[in-house]
């Protein structure tokens, strides 16, 4: 059951000795210094109990209440104070507003007893019945607040009695395994999965939030039961639960110290391809060795959802942040084995500073997190510090999400097409399809800004199959005028690639379109290809009997290794731009990139070099015996009617440096 407690007195003395009482006791305690801070506090979080004085400047305590009943229906009100004459007593119970009313000076024992009872009306109260069956599932809307917005399927037999009074209540108080952070946490990252375990029943709480439109957030609830192997791990639980507070100690005992946020990039997709439970133990699994890497004055939790915390007792500088947490992750410059797979994982990281960065456990690990998602859209090993900056980009992303959803609708989506060019000829091989977003108001918006959202909220795979749909067709279109085939290259995303029946939907789309599967190509990123190995082999078999083309994208950025390299049925190996920008540059770099080229023909397949800009990079790649090029150097990516043109065109973008 949540036991956040709210405080208000605009006697500092009084709070201070009434926080120490409730917190001794178990109670998570919040304080305000008067009616008006109460009201702010209440707005970003959800108490099941306030506890107020009477006599306070501008609004007495039971004006207060009355408010908070209005706004707030399932907060239970209490008045604790010396001074309030009979007539106000009876005015603010009858209200309803006003649970009851203690007087000043208290007896501790007395104090604590009232509201352990305040506590269990409100859970009797408010709290929802909630089916005890082994597994069920419902689903509700909620908004930016946590506040149940809207009811979906389920919810009548998940809820059992108590379904009819769900709208306008905080969802932690209509599913107290929640707690109010649970929630806020939901809303804050855009798209979270939460698992609490219900010991009662023996069972796990799988909570999965996905952003909808108009601040409006999605959100599925599902209980599983537990395996005997589950319990042993559920264990841990406790140590989830307890992390808000162990910081708080914290906070009371040292003057400054760093708190690190690391989050496992696209977990969901683990979820997905291993199932919960396999993901569950695959989250302890990363426990155990971040035990075995961390030194003992090191503390850390598994938050709820995919993300660790750390505690180290120190005020970091950025570089020693940098090399902590690089440290950190050296284990996983490898892929690791688990469940007899081997997987590849990579994570966003950011960390704050206290007392800088915040003066609460609630606002510390707030920080480190807005910083971590931060980092998600700047690549890899970089990971900053929180700074007030990234607000307001938190803002922009959450605005950005809204508009995304109408996007497709609005037919605000454009290709754009990049040729690949034979180093042979100088004929147009081939084609990558490219989306861009122009929007109505701020005009076009990086594709590195939209699709981690579309990602993140599930949207890629309508935009994916809009993409793919279009392209082909397109494709289709300019054979049918007579112009020179080629093969259209169209990205696949990691969600895509781990969502069942891809390869059914790209059957449907290439019979629906009239062209030959021949000319159709698929680019599959390296790093989301060896997140589950053995998944990606199935999927991308399926796609290839199709009579599809492979590519992997962006070679060498990954963990890719020979051995599964000859497993893949892949038929273009794409060399990522990193390493044809440093050719001229660096020696090994351009000796692993003549190794590369060397491997791939030697397995069979084509090799397209990337971000290729100079005469020198295009002489280093002919010599080398890489296949195509695509880059600046030949065209940017055009809308439909140039790339026609270049068609039309055919060798006339043959190298001089090549003749």
């Known amino acids: 059951m949540d036991r956040s407690l709210l405080l208000v007195d605009d006697e500092p003395s009084i709070l201070r000795a009434l926080k120490r009482i409730f917190h001794r006791a178990g109670y998570k305690v919040s304080i305000a210094n008067g009616p008006e801070e109460a009201l702010e506090i209440l707005k970003d979080k959800a108490f099941p109990v306030v506890l107020s004085d009477y006599r306070m400047p501008n609004k007495n305590g039971g004006e207060l209440l009355i408010e908070i ?17 009979l007539q106000s007593v009876i005015a603010a119970l009858n209200s309803g507003a006003v649970y009851k009313f203690l007087e000043k000076p208290w007896e501790e024992t007395q104090l604590l007893e009232e509201m352990d009872q305040a506590f269990e009306h409100w859970r009797q109260e408010y709290a929802c019945h909630i089916n005890d069956a082994d597994t069920i599932s419902a689903s509700v809307t909620m908004n930016d607040q946590g506040v149940i917005t809207g009811l979906g399927e389920g919810v009548d037999l998940f809820f059992k009695d108590k379904a009819s009074t769900l709208v306008g209540l905080a969802l932690e108080s209509a599913l107290p395994l929640l707690s109010a952070n649970d929630v806020k946490s939901l809303a804050l990252s855009g798209g979270v999965e939460l698992e609490l375990p219900d010991t009662k029943y023996d069972r796990v709480l799988h909570v999965c939030s996905r952003p909808a439109t108009d601040q409006r957030w999605e959100v599925s609830l599902s209980f599983v039961k537990l395996g005997d192997v589950d319990k042993a791990e559920a264990d841990l639980a406790p140590a989830k639960l307890s992390l808000m507070d162990n910081i708080e100690g914290k906070i009371l005992t040292h003057s400054g ?195 981690p959202l579309a990602e993140l909220t599930g949207l890629i795979e309508p935009i994916g199959e809009w993409v793919l749909s279009t392209a082909i067709a397109q494709c289709y279109a300019w054979q049918a005028e007579g112009l020179p085939p080629f093969i259209m290259s169209v990205n696949v995303s990691g969600r895509q690639l781990v969502e069942n029946g891809l390869a059914d939907k790209v059957k449907t789309i290439i019979e629906g379109s009239g062209l030959s599967s021949e000319f159709i190509e698929l680019e599959v990123t390296e790093t989301f290809l060896m997140q589950d190995i053995e998944h990606s082999i199935d999927v991308l078999k399926q796609i290839k009997a199709l009579g599809v083309k492979i590519a992997i994208d962006d070679f060498g950025t990954g963990y890719s290794s020979l051995n599964y390299l000859t497993r893949l049925p892949v038929d273009t190996l794409k060399v990522d731009r990193s390493f044809v920008m440093e050719l001229s540059e660096r020696a090994e770099k351009a000796n692993l990139v003549k190794n590369m080229i060397i491997m791939s023909h030697d397995l069979g397949m084509r090799v397209v070099a990337e971000g290729v800009e100079t005469v020198e990079q295009l002489k280093q790649l002919q010599e080398m015996g890489c296949d195509e090029v695509q880059g600046f150097y030949f065209s940017r990516p055009v809308v439909a009617d140039e790339f026609k043109a270049l068609l039309k065109a055919k060798s006339w973008v043959y190298p001089t440096a090549l003749s």
């Open 69 to 85: 009943k209005e706004k707030y229906p399932s907060t239970l009100g209490l008045i604790l104070s010396g001074y309030a004459d």
């Open 257 to 451: 110290f760093s708190l690190i946020y690391l989050d496992i990039r696209h977990f969901r997709h683990f979820n997905d391809c291993l199932g919960y439970q396999k993901s569950d133990h695959l989250l302890h699994h990363l426990y155990a060795l971040f035990q075995a890497n961390v030194s003992d004055e090191i503390e850390f939790s598994l938050m709820n959802g995919a993300a660790f915390v750390f505690f180290v007792p120190e005020k970091f500088t950025e570089q020693a942040a940098l090399t902590f947490i690089r440290s950190l992750l050296s284990p996983f410059k490898q892929l690791i084995n688990f469940d007899d797979r081997e997987l590849m994982l990579t994570f966003s990281a950011g960390y704050s500073v206290y007392p800088e960065d915040g003066d609460s456990a609630e606002a510390l690990i707030r920080s480190a997190q807005l910083a971590a998602n931060y980092s998600k859209d700047r690549g890899l090993d970089i990971y900053p510090r929180y700074s007030p900056s990234m607000d307001k980009n938190r803002d922009d992303m959450v605005s950005l999400q809204s508009e995304l959803c109408h996007a497709l609708k609005r037919n605000e989506f454009s290709l754009f097409y990049q040729p690949k060019i034979s180093l042979v000829t100088g004929e147009i091989l081939g084609a990558e399809a490219l989306i861009r977003w122009r929007h109505a108001e701020k005009g076009m918006i990086s594709p590195d800004r939209f699709i």
